[in-house]
Structures are given as C-alpha cells and as structure tokens.
C-alpha cells in the first residue's frame, strides 16, 4: 500500500508561483508513474503532468511551459514547479501513483491518490 501526501498549497497572486510536493510512504515508489491531476471548481479531474520511472515527463497543454515536474528518489518525494501561475489554475492539486511503465492520462488509471492540495490564484 502507498499513502501519498501533498503540501505546498495556497492563495498566490497571478504571475507567481508556488511549489507542491508529495511525499510517498509505504512504499518505495522510484519506479512507479507518478502525477499530478487537477479538480477546478465545478468541473472534472483533469491531468497536469506526469513522471515515469525513468524520468520521462508530460504535461497537460495547459500547464505546458510553465510546470515542472520532477522526483527525488531519495526522498521517495515528487514535485511540481508552477510558474507563471494564472486564475485558471485555480485547483485542488491531487497527487498520483500507479505501478506500470508509461504515463497514463486516465485518473481511473492510477491505484493510490493524496488528498489533494488546494491551489488559488488571485488577481
């Protein structure tokens, strides 16, 4: 079993940033897919990035260029940069593992979820 958890969070004005991080226990996840998904107000879950075992990485068109996602294995931890960040970012941040090989953007794909981060930006 993998518990994650998600810090970082928080109100920040449009054009800053912010850094979230997950933290992995249970488990030593450095193989395994792991992701941010995205849940803004009123409308469904939706995929912001992901990281493969071997580091490969893709990003929602969205967030394309101004996110950052990488792991530090060590820390059995994985993060999101955000730069640039604008009011559609407004989200709560939700932190994924699955234990396969390429980076799914299905939210049913993924086996364990943290309980998300709340993220908004403001004018």
């Known amino acids: 079993q993998v518990r994650l958890v998600e810090s970082g969070g928080g109100l920040v004005q449009a054009g800053g940033s912010l850094r979230l991080s997950c933290a992995a226990s249970?488990?030593?996840?450095?193989?395994?897919?792991m992701g941010w998904f995205r849940q803004p107000p009123g409308k469904e879950r939706e995929f912001v990035a992901g990281i493969t075992g071997s580091d490969s990485t893709e990003y929602a068109d969205s967030v394309k260029g101004r996110v950052t996602i990488f792991r530090d294995s060590a820390k059995n931890t994985v993060y999101l940069q955000m730069n640039s960040l604008k009011l559609e970012d407004t989200a709560v941040y939700y932190c994924?593992?699955?234990?396969?090989?390429?980076?799914?953007?299905?939210?049913?794909?993924?086996?364990?979820w943290g309980q998300g981060t709340q993220v908004t930006v403001s004018p």
């Open positions: 994924v593992a699955g234990s396969f090989y390429s980076i799914s953007r299905r939210p049913t794909s993924y086996d364990y």
């Open positions: 249970g488990r030593t996840v450095s193989s395994y897919v």
